[in-house]
């Protein structure tokens, strides 16, 4: 039986008892998995273990029409300091939002998207400029996926990983700037 670790993009009902949960895989890659009675069985997908954002270990098949079944799940990190703050859950909600719309079924070899996304949640856990944070995830996301090329003032932001937002310091005008072009850039290819 296939296996794997993924974060939880989303999930949607489906008939009286059954899911289809969205993951991104360790290789980048987007998924849909149904998991058959997932409503009623506690056995299988105890305590939240479907529930977005979490990092997760998945035991699935493939049927022969190409479905992958989800047998079972475990928590691996549930990532709490954002489910004790609700503007860093939202935020969180926006990165897997985003991610979700970025990532596609079939690409696999695409470990930027997951460590992005990864390395995002983490960071929110703990910044204390989270304004930041959502801005380098925003140009980080953009550049990976094409639409951004490495220029003088994106240069330190690409550069960097996530978890070291807080070294980049930017005036409020610099700022403001930046983040209005960038929601700009997000809008314009159905991100934002």
Same mark, same amino acid.
């Given at each position: ?105 079939? &690409?696999?070899?695409?470990? %930027?998207?997951? /460590? @992005?996304?990864?390395?995002? #949640? *983490?960071? =929110? ?19 990976? &996926?094409?639409?951004?090329? %490495?220029?003088? /003032? @994106?240069?330190?932001?690409? #550069? *960097?990983? =996530? ?30």
């Amino acid at each position: 039986m296939p296996s794997g670790r993924f974060i939880i993009l989303g999930k949607r009902a489906s008939g009286e008892s059954d899911l289809v949960i969205d993951v991104l895989s360790k290789q980048g890659e987007k998924l849909s998995l149904w998991a058959n009675n997932a409503l009623k069985s506690r056995k299988r997908f105890a305590g939240g273990a479907l529930d977005p954002l979490n990092f997760v270990e998945l035991h699935f098949t493939q049927s022969q029409k190409g479905y992958l079944n989800l047998k079972e799940s475990r928590i691996l990190y549930g990532f709490p300091e954002l489910r004790k703050d609700y503007s860093r859950l939202q935020m969180a909600f926006q990165f897997l939002i985003w991610v979700s719309k970025g990532a596609k079924e079939g &690409l696999v070899d695409n470990q %930027v998207m997951f /460590d @992005l996304l990864g390395n995002g #949640l *983490r960071a =929110l856990e703990t910044t204390k400029t989270p304004y930041i944070l959502k801005l380098h995830f925003e140009i980080k996301l953009l550049y990976y &996926l094409g639409f951004l090329e %490495v220029t003088d /003032d @994106l240069e330190e932001f690409i #550069l *960097r990983p =996530l978890g070291e937002h807080s070294k980049i310091h930017l005036e409020q005008d610099e700022y403001q700037f930046l983040a209005d072009h960038m929601n700009k850039q997000m809008k314009s290819i159905d991100l934002g």
